[in-house]
């Protein structure tokens, strides 16, 4: 997954956008976000996407042996703004 800093990522938005891969989205080296691009809009299409996500997230908690809490950590996926 190609990791970029939120300034690049807006300056080259629409080239991100119209690309099909997943960019995670860094400020000031922390990550905030990603950008996980769906291909078609439909409800059921989207579901999928999202059930995609969530067995790529069980994976990854089985394979390192964290639990959630951990791995939201280790991504720093807090929603506090500690800026």
Do not use: C
Not at 19 to 39: E, Q
Not at 46 to 60: F, M, W
Not at 70 to 81: G, H, K, Q
Request: hydrophobic fraction near 40%.
């Amino acid at each position: 997954m190609k990791s970029v800093g939120i300034r690049e990522f807006r300056d080259k938005a629409s080239q991100y956008l119209a690309s099909k891969d997943a960019i995670a989205v860094k400020r000031h080296g922390k990550l905030v976000g990603f950008y996980l691009p769906v291909t078609q809009s439909e409800p059921e299409e989207i579901a999928q996407a999202l059930q995609k996500l969530n067995q790529t997230v069980e994976k990854a908690i089985a394979e390192s042996d964290m639990d959630e809490i951990a791995l939201a950590e280790a991504l720093d996926l807090s929603i506090e703004d500690n800026s």
